[in-house]
């Protein structure tokens, strides 16, 4: 197996990694946000906090790995396009962590001994406060940055054939999805988890395990080497 292909089948398990814990971390954080004074209690639920902070980090950090992983591959195609792919997963990165910072800052004030003394306004404008910058790193990482990051992705695997463009132009349209779900939260629409709106996300969602799955079966090889039989050569034997 060559490191290409061996390049491909790792960046498939991170694909498939960051999804998961993505979502792991928001069926394990649950509702526990939901509430107006939810920062009273909670110190509660200070594991279930940590946890899905703990698995956003994951799912950050395997979602910039694929791109530093994919580079010197996609470079050969599109360097400068193949740059921007990084530059859009970074930023992405970047906000993810922050959503993941402002959740474990929540818990840290919710501990504090002075809060409770706090009346019901200022603990419910602290906790909106604190909400807010979540809210906004999810829009701005998780949907728009994820989302042109998406666009740059298949717009090379497109043009490249890296893979057949069945699987990328699915991509691209997915990517307008999520785009589009992003645009939504910058305009003030709900993006929470349970929204209608998240249905834009699917399309992307659904692709990117696909493409995952083709990464570890078949990896990246342009069309013609795809069509190309690897049959041996044939030698004639003599009677």
């Known amino acids: 197996m060559d490191s290409e292909r061996r390049t491909a089948q790792v960046v498939g398990i991170l694909f498939i990694v960051a999804t998961v814990a993505s979502i ?3 069926v394990v954080l649950g509702s526990v946000l939901e509430q107006d004074d939810f920062l009273l209690g909670l110190d509660a639920h200070a594991a279930q906090v940590t946890l899905a902070a703990g698995l956003f980090l994951i799912a950050a950090t395997s979602a910039v790995a694929t791109a530093f992983l994919l580079f010197p591959i996609l470079r050969r195609h599109a360097e400068g ?10 930023f992405e990165n970047v906000f993810y962590v922050a959503g993941s910072v402002s959740l474990l800052a929540m818990l840290t004030v919710s501990q504090n001994g002075s809060l409770g003394s706090a009346g019901p306004p200022d603990v419910a404008l602290l906790g909106a406060a604190l909400q807010a910058v979540r809210s906004w790193a999810v829009v701005l ?12 992705l298949n717009t090379i695997l497109f043009q490249s054939r890296l893979v ?15 785009s589009t779900y992003g645009v939504a939260g910058l305009l003030g629409y709900g993006t929470e988890l349970g ?25 990246l090889e ?8 690897s049959a041996t050569p044939h030698v004639p034997v003599a009677a």
């Open 81 to 90: 396009l193949a740059a921007g792919y990084i530059a859009l997963r970074t």
């Open 141 to 152: 990482g998780t949907l728009i940055f994820f989302g042109l990051g998406c666009v740059v």
């Open 24 to 26: 792991a971390g928001s």
């Open 222 to 229: 342009p069309r013609e080497r795809r069509l190309t039989p």
């Open 164 to 178: 057949p463009r069945w699987l990328s132009g699915w991509g691209l349209l997915g990517a307008a999805g999520v």
């Open 195 to 219: 929204s209608p709106l998240m249905l834009l996300a699917m399309p992307i969602a659904l692709q990117e395990m696909v493409f995952a799955g083709w990464l570890l079966v078949k990896g």
